[in-house]
């Protein structure tokens, strides 16, 4: 089982590493080639095209060798630790193809004088950010989320009244099989904290970081670049709006996982069948957004929008290390949208953001580190 499991998600991880990285320009920003900004009439620019052909006979020779050696040795070493230190390793190296372009591309865009073209302005509207009026709000409100706190409530009046019924030795933890391999004493502070409110912390912590996400997903700065005012800002609304719709149907479906875990416990269901089900609607709600995703682009890029306005360019690539890191240090936002791929990327010459990137990977390392010393 635990095989099957860790199988099954690095090669989920490896096919959207892979196409991500084959169809990199496809699931950029706005006038974003290789990570470059290039002026949006010439997107199709026949050395571009040249360019993008070359690439992708790269990619392919590149990188498919790479994960069939990563998938391969997950599979005859299924270790969680081994597997946690592969995906960081996949996700770098399903990269460097892209770097490589990036530098290409900006020799391309110096030869053609590009950097000279447009008007370089800077526009900004923050009816996109934090609109004026009800009707232009964009996404799922706070109170909404807030609604999710009946889940835990109900998870905690349940434990409650079902308290006595529970064996004196219950479970805290189970292995990939789905057998329990730890247990706890249910009289005492400390049954009584396992069994009743540690799952329900669990539960607020969740819909409390999911709420800030949808936070960051409707207040995050929008790129005002490579396209008219119009269009623009109409796409970024229906952006967002997807994006904080998405974040809460996931926030609803996580916070039912635990409350089922927990019923696991209460009322002896199958935690392998829990899990199964839960994760697999988990897993089609994740597949369904990365394919509406690909439909609308990035920032809402591929949403037709008719509009006679003058297009905006503002040549801003000093900004970006290697065409994907934003760092800026005259730029008090912490969160931007990704110049390539889909989402939300972090300002590194912001402290606070250079803190929420680099504290993740060190807690990573750490465990990894943990896991392997353990055998795990």
């Known amino acids: 089982m635990e095989r099957i499991i860790v199988c099954s998600m690095i090669i989920f991880i490896s096919l959207i590493s892979f196409f991500s990285g084959l169809y990199v320009n496809k699931l950029s920003n706005n006038g974003i080639i290789f990570g470059v900004r290039v002026p949006k009439e010439y997107e199709k620019d026949n050395d571009i095209i040249k360019l993008e052909k070359k690439y992708k006979k790269f990619y392919l020779i590149f990188s498919i060798p790479v994960i069939l050696i990563i998938n391969v040795i997950v599979f005859f070493y299924p270790k969680v630790s081994l597997f946690t230190l592969l995906v960081l390793m996949l ?18 865009k110096e030869e053609k004088g590009w950097r ?14 934090k609109p004026k009026k009800n009707d232009d709000f964009v996404g799922v409100r706070s109170k909404s989320y807030l609604l999710l706190l009946i889940i835990p409530a109900i998870t905690l009046i ?21 057998i329990a391999d730890s247990f706890v004493e249910k009289s005492g502070f400390q049954g009584f904290f396992y069994l009743a409110l540690f799952p329900v912390l669990i539960q607020v912590g969740m819909i409390l970081f ?12 929008s790129e005002i670049n490579s396209g008219t005012l119009e269009e623009i800002k109409k796409q970024r609304r229906i952006f967002k709006r997807f994006n904080s719709i998405f974040l809460f149907i996931i926030a609803l479906e996580i916070i039912i996982l635990f409350a089922l875990m927990q019923f696991c416990t209460l009322y002896g269901w199958s935690i392998n069948k829990v899990n199964i089900i839960s994760l697999t609607v988990i897993f089609i ?20 929008i008719k509009s006679n306005d003058e297009e905006i360019y503002r040549d801003d690539d000093k900004c970006w290390v290697l065409g994907s890191f934003y760092y800026n240090k005259n ?18 010459g912001n402290p606070i953001g250079m803190i929420i990137m680099v504290l993740p990977i060190i807690l990573i390392l750490i465990v990894i580190i943990y896991l392997a010393i353990r055998g795990i």
């Open 210 to 221: 999911l709420l800030a996400m949808n936070k960051f997903a409707i207040n995050g700065k």
């Open 285 to 304: 709600t994740v597949i369904v957004f990365l394919v509406i995703s690909y439909k609308i682009g990035q920032g809402g890029k591929n949403i037709k």
């Open 331 to 348: 730029d008090p936002s912490i969160f931007i949208e990704k110049r390539i791929g889909i989402g939300w990327d972090i300002n590194l």
């Open 91 to 108: 996700l770098v190296i399903t990269n460097i193809p892209i770097f490589m372009y990036w530098k290409k591309m900006t020799r391309l």
């Open 158 to 178: 349940l434990t409650l009244l079902s308290y006595k019924e529970v064996p004196e030795l219950f479970p805290i933890h189970y292995n990939a099989q789905g």
């Open 116 to 129: 000279k073209l447009g008007k370089n302005v800077v526009v900004v509207d923050t009816s996109i950010r």
